[in-house]
């Protein structure tokens, strides 16, 4: 069988050497500054821009006229109509919110926000619910 590699293979055997960079002059070396400290020699000592300041940026112009503004309107919440009409189908059909949110693939939360008027209605979670409790629902969110 020929060999894959024609002719004579050889390892190179020379040492490798890393060597590290030298420390640079300007860089401080604590017992050289306590030294220098000690005898009364001159030790030259630089604050760093911004050094010790934790403040806040002055706010933009624009974000102070976003504050000015009107504020916008509040999110629309479930309607009563609509909270009543989850509870009695859920009830009718002998289901606990735990067991409803299962269904619709929800957390048992969304479920009770629901049923509490306290959350913001989305198309897609009341169509889940229509489907399963089968009960209408979408046409009564702002009323």
Known sequence: M???????????WEPV???????????RDP???????RTGAPVQTLKKAEAGSNKKAAPVVNARKL???AE????????????????KARLGK????????????ERPQVVQE??????????????KMEKVLGVKLRGKIGK
Request: charged share 25%; net charge positive.
């Open 2 to 12: 020929p060999s894959r590699y024609p002719g004579a293979m050889t390892q190179d």
């Open 17 to 27: 050497v890393i060597h590290k960079s030298k420390p640079k002059a300007h860089e």
């Open 31 to 37: 017992k050289a500054v306590n030294q220098a400290l």
């Open 67 to 69: 504050d000015e503004a």
């Open 72 to 87: 916008p309107a509040a999110l629309d919440r479930v309607s009563t109509e609509v909270k009543q009409a989850i509870q």
């Open 94 to 105: 002998k289901m606990s919110q735990a067991d409803l949110a299962k269904q619709i693939n």
């Open 114 to 127: 629901y049923e509490n008027g306290k959350a913001v209605p989305t198309q897609a979670v009341l169509a």
